[in-house]
């Protein structure tokens, strides 16, 4: 039996699958799981070669400029300027420690992305449900899935109540997909897999169980882990002109140099060794040998500044790059970026309205025809707001990086909706009596909730056929 790949697996059967991975739904036994973790291995990411210190440090010192001031050094030290050949070898160490000392926090920092596997996962071993490192799940291991659970591996459902899973990291999508046990045709793109769940994603509401049909590196995010260690590694504008600019002046100098020492020679005939002392002093002074030091500082401000954004910059070159940077091409407009959701618009009674703002702040100008308008004397706008605001289970919070949601990132974008239209007070005074949860089996969420009066009201939201299929009129 050999480590599935999810890429057929979601057009089988379940009991396809079980067939296929040698596995039953009561799991695997102690002895196979072993057997096959001996086999396939830990169910981790593949760590690319790391180098070593030593090796980090000396590839500080890989550039033409650094060459020659170590070859500046050598001459001074060899006519006994051993002031200068301080001087210069110092600058050429600060610049190397600094780009090593930046270096070696960037790869602290990319050690915590590596920590996408769920550290703990439910599992069906010898027909008992016990609680596991994800990293000793095999292929046929049978899984149980939780609201809030992180994915431990590729997993092929075959059983699933109202399981909903976001997969904005594979996909972009940030509203979260509805799963089920049913096969999907063979062809499907990876967002359009509704029988499978991919590793390092989120369930967001619902239960579920399934069979691990791919671990490791082998799961869907395991090929991208790969994809991204065959990167060519190309140079930087900047180390390009660096280059450039240290072959040019390297040149330059050697010119120069020979041009004086021949025209003092052969036509001045002046001392040989007075006058190579001279052309080796004014070819040392001629060498900028505080450029690498200057430059290593800036970028290394550079990558601070990054820093403090919440930036991981491994390499100080990288930072000119983004500098450099004058187009991004991406699918989704803030999706991959920030995994965020506004409410753009909004229909009411053949009147369309356009709402201002940024993420899931509550603030914004509300538009008709390009005027701006005054939500509290429109009571329409006022009953959306009730709606966005009462049927929805997420919550919004202000923090040090501004607005957060907690919950799915449509539902906070109508709550941020809801903030614009009535204000995050509005409806402080009601309280939730019942609710119908979403379910992709219904496709709608209803409330009942009651005003400070105690009057009740049943709000709804759902998809537009499922919710005007419950409606025998339109409100005048």
Known sequence: MQNESPIAVHAQSPDEVFDRLEATQR???????????????????????????????????????????????????????????????????????????????????????????????????????????????????????????????????????????????????????????????????????????????????????????????????????????????????????????????????????????????????????????????????????GLPAVLTITLAVGVQAMARRNAIVRRLPAIETLGSVSVICTDKTGTLTRNEMMAASLALEGRDYTIDGEGYAPEGTIRAKGDPVDPAGRPRLAEAARIAALCNDAALREAEGGWQVAGDPMEGALKALAGKLAGTDAFAGWTRADAIPFDAAHRYMAVLARDPEGGAHILVKGAPEAVMAMCDGVRG
Do not use: C
């Not at 509805?178 to 062809?187: F, Q, S």
């Open 27 to 289: 799991g695997l036994s102690t002895q196979e799981a072993e057997r096959r973790r001996a086999r396939h291995g830990e169910n981790r990411l593949p760590e690319p070669p790391k180098r070593s210190a030593l090796r980090r440090f000396a590839a500080q010192f890989n550039n033409v400029l650094i060459f020659v001031l170590i070859g500046a050094a050598g001459v001074t030290a060899a006519l006994g300027h051993w002031v200068d050949t301080g001087v210069i070898l110092a600058v050429v160490l600060v610049n190397a420690v600094i780009g090593f000392v930046q270096e070696g926090r960037a790869e602290q920092a990319m050690e915590a992305i590596r920590a996408m596997l769920a550290p703990r996962t439910a599992v069906l071993r010898d027909g008992h449900r016990v609680t596991l490192d994800a990293a000793e799940l095999v292929p046929g291991d049978v899984v149980l899935i939780e609201a809030g659970d992180r994915v431990p591996a590729d997993i092929r459902l075959f059983a699933s109540r109202g399981l909903r899973a976001e997969e904005a990291i594979l996909t972009g999508e940030s509203v979260p997909v509805d799963k089920e046990p049913e096969p999907v045709a063979a062809d499907a793109a990876l967002g359009d897999r509704k029988s499978m769940l991919f590793s390092g994603t989120l369930v967001a509401a619902g239960t579920g169980r399934g069979v691990v049909v791919a671990t490791g590196g082998q799961t869907e995010i395991g090929r991208i882990s790969g994809m991204i260690a065959e990167v060519e590694t190309l140079t930087t504008p900047l180390l390009r002109q660096m280059d450039g600019f240290a072959r040019w002046l390297s040149a330059f100098i050697l010119l120069v140099a020979a041009s004086l020492l021949a025209f003092g020679y052969f036509i001045r005939d002046m001392p040989f060794a007075e006058l190579f002392m001279a052309v080796v002093g004014l070819s040392v002074a001629a060498i900028p040998e």
